[in-house]
């Protein structure tokens, strides 16, 4: 029984929520900023090829980085314009004209062609590595290394998104034939496509999404979120300078009132968005499981990896862990000193593994979830945990968790991680079944038996289980999916190029001789765009 467990507090259950310690990890004074403060352009409009200005009044892109000499006062990057309601309408008119019911300049292409565009344009990307990586750490406390990386796998992402492209067409450059019916099956753009990103991962999840669209010849607005816009300003003329005029549109502005707008006029072909169910509630609540035979220091790293990893501001991120009582002592503790060791700071320092958050409500929330937990008899049982100044918040482990606690149900998308202690294995796969998420979960074992009991009841119900190590995205050609309000469709390079098209058949009667010749004729020359090449 959960009781019969030892857990103590070594902050004995307090909260200080202004921490000189933390307080200590920001710079005193702008003076002390060891790096530059960058200074992006003030727009971030891309419309039917050109870059403009909001007709709406700017507001400062502030970060989540204080001083300690004045900690109410953000580092202040640039300005943010949010678009306005009538841009939409010309973003949504121009992205029309540019497709053109598909006898547009980019929607004729053939695939070879349009992926000749995209690789000239990742090339240009690529560059720009470094100018993007620093605003997204800048913009949003992702650690320099991390936010490099996200600009990498950017750029990698493109490169998959194309290989497969190029696959697909190869797949398809072919003459079927069955009972009498000669025919070709092209896969081609379905129209306008409207895409959308999240704060956490702004550039890549946004890429991953409208570059399928743009390989398989739509058009796409663009909604770029308004924590993370600043590292697509870097990319606006990059667009402009590669892809025909009105291919791609470029806006800012909340996603319920420009997106909706948009929606609404139902117009739009395909909407592309990654983030929550209801834009608000959550959607992903993944739990790692460690079953009576883990190897307690695969899993604390595995875990540690998944808890810290952007302060937990992923919907992979590991948001609920559940330990078999005969470990639970034992794995609460190491877990609590791995925590405990990693570094707390500021986003440019190296090797650091805790940074500021960009939202201004989370470390109320956190704070929130905390008190309620200790009041239903949970302990923060890490030396750091319990500790917040301003935006920098130490991630704390609450152990034991129960069903009367918020943070049992709700998605904390922050530096703060439960552990639930079970007798019985049923009672964590009831957890998992009976959520409404199903992202992905995590079960740490060996035993053959028990590992297939669990595995196999997991698989009804999210989208990826992992063995023995941590929940993740990728490789980008794996299907990433889920159930439940954590996912509706199949997010990849290969799912994404067949999610913004349709396979479309041109047939005819093969037993009629100039039939078959029509056809060839159209095969061997360049009088079409959709039937050549075919073998």
């Known amino acids: 029984m959960t009781q019969d467990i030892k857990i103590t507090s070594p902050v004995s259950d307090k909260l200080d929520w202004e921490n000189q310690d933390l307080k200590s990890k920001f710079p005193r004074s702008r003076n002390d900023i060891s790096v530059p403060i960058p200074q992006p352009q003030s727009c971030l409009l891309l419309l039917d090829g050109d870059v403009v200005k909001s007709e709406n009044n700017p507001t400062e892109v502030q970060t989540p980085i204080v001083t300690q ?16 309601k009538d841009q939409a309408m010309k973003a949504l008119e121009a992205a029309q004209r540019a497709y053109a019911y598909g006898q547009g300049e980019w929607s004729k292409m053939t695939l070879a062609e349009r992926c000749t565009h995209l690789e000239a344009f990742s090339k240009d990307l ?16 992702k ?6 990386s996200e600009v990498t796998r950017t750029v990698a992402f493109i490169q998959t998104a194309i290989k497969e492209a ?39 999840e946004a890429y991953t999404t409208f570059i399928p669209a743009l390989l398989m010849g739509n058009s796409v607005i663009l ?10 300003l870097p990319t606006l003329e990059l667009f402009a300078k590669h892809f025909p005029k009105g291919t791609i549109q470029v806006l800012t502005g909340s996603g319920r009132e420009v997106m909706g707008a948009l929606i609404e006029t139902g117009k739009i072909d395909a909407v592309a968005f990654i983030g929550t169910a209801s834009s608000a509630k959550g959607e992903a609540k993944d739990a790692a499981i ?10 604390v790293e595995s875990c540690v990896s998944g808890m810290t990893s952007f302060n937990g501001q992923r919907c992979t991120a590991i948001k609920m862990i559940w330990v078999h009582m005969s470990q639970a002592e034992k794995f609460i503790s190491q877990l609590a000193e791995k925590i405990d060791s990693l570094k707390i700071g500021m986003p440019w320092e190296e090797g650091v593994k805790i940074t500021p958050l960009c939202e201004d409500t989370k470390p109320g929330y956190i704070k929130e979830l905390i008190e309620d937990a200790l009041e239903k008899g949970a302990h923060i049982v890490n030396k750091t945990g319990g500790k917040c100044f301003k935006t920098l918040c130490a991630l704390s482990i609450l152990a034991p968790v129960n069903d009367k606690m918020r943070i049992w149900h709700e998605e904390q998308f922050g530096p703060v991680t439960p552990v639930a202690v079970y007798e019985d294995v049923q009672e964590a796969i009831d957890y998992v079944a ?6 992905q979960s995590a079960v740490f074992g060996y035993d053959e038996k028990e590992l297939g009991k669990v595995v196999d009841a997991l698989s009804y119900h999210v989208g990826r ?31 994404g190029l067949k999610f913004f098209s349709v396979p479309t058949m041109v047939a005819t009667k093969n037993d009629e001789e100039r039939n078959v010749k029509a056809l060839k004729a159209l095969n061997d020359g360049d009088s079409s765009k959709v039937l050549f090449g075919a073998k």
């Open 290 to 299: 460690l079953l009576p035979d883990a190897d307690l220091e695969v899993a």
């Open 434 to 439: 009976k959520s409404q998420y199903g992202l």
């Open 69 to 84: 000499d004045d900690p109410e006062k953000h580092i202040v990057i640039g300005q943010f314009e949010m678009a306005s």
């Open 223 to 232: 909604r770029a979120p308004r924590n993370g816009a600043t590292p697509h």
């Open 143 to 148: 650690s320099s290394k991390d936010a490099k």
């Open 126 to 141: 690529e560059s720009k590595t470094d100018e993007i990586a620093d605003l997204l750490m800048w913009e949003i406390g």
């Open 166 to 204: 190029k696959a697909l067409a190869e797949s398809e450059s072919r003459w079927q034939e069955e009972k009498r019916i000669l025919c070709q099956i092209r896969h081609l753009p379905v129209g306008v496509v409207l895409a959308s990103s999240p704060f956490n991962y702004p550039l890549n």
């Open 465 to 495: 289980v992992n063995i023995n190590g941590p929940d993740q995205r990728g490789p980008d050609v794996f299907p990433f999916t889920g159930r439940g309000n954590s996912a509706l469709g199949i997010l990849n390079a290969t799912e």
